[in-house]
């Protein structure tokens, strides 16, 4: 049986994105963003959790978010949860850290970003990790469209419901 890996999350930056480059001259861009869930409590009290998560984000999709995006802005990401490993040098340890690898950033808000842009932009990649599968999708400020109505068929509006098959 296969598995499925995906996560869908909305939060906050809490950290300017840090961008760099691979050897191979791959963008990456490190995001940590803060997630807050809020749920009641016994009394009408209300409680609020809040998990901190790293992201990381490949490609042209990278440089968007370290171009627009800086701490305190609202984003929503989709991708998948890897796990890391090491031995910690100074006690000798396992270590883990689990992230996510981001397929798609959405820039939400304001334009409270590094340029004072507009919000509602979004960035994807088919990136899914290692491999280099090139960047691109929609730019940071054109937000995604519905489908338009073919060039040439004009358009209709003289719907009257007549038409419903049932």
């Known amino acids: 049986m296969s598995g ?14 840090e961008l760099r480059y691979t050897p191979q001259g791959t963008a990456v861009t ?9 749920r009641g409590g016994g009394r009408g009290e209300k409680k609020e959790d809040t ?15 370290s171009e627009y995006l800086a701490k305190g802005r609202p984003v929503l990401v989709e991708g998948r949860l890897s796990s890391d490993s090491w031995d910690d040098k100074e006690t000798g340890q396992k270590r883990y850290k689990t992230r996510v690898i981001a397929t798609t950033v959405q820039f939400l808000g304001g334009g409270s970003g590094r340029e004072g842009g ?25 937000p995604a469209t519905r ?11 003289d719907f009257d419901g007549d038409d419903i098959p049932f």
């Open 4 to 17: 499925f890996n995906k996560v869908i999350l909305m939060g906050n930056l809490t950290h300017d994105p």
């Open 30 to 38: 490190d995001l940590r963003m803060a997630v807050t869930t809020v």
């Open 51 to 65: 998990l901190f998560i790293d992201v990381t984000v490949w490609d042209r999709m990278a440089e968007n978010c």
């Open 118 to 142: 507009s919000g509602g932009g979004s960035s994807s990649s088919g990136r899914s990790g290692g491999e280099n599968q090139g960047g691109g999708g929609r730019g940071p400020n054109r």
């Open 147 to 157: 489908p338009q109505q073919p060039q040439n068929e004009p358009f209709r509006d």
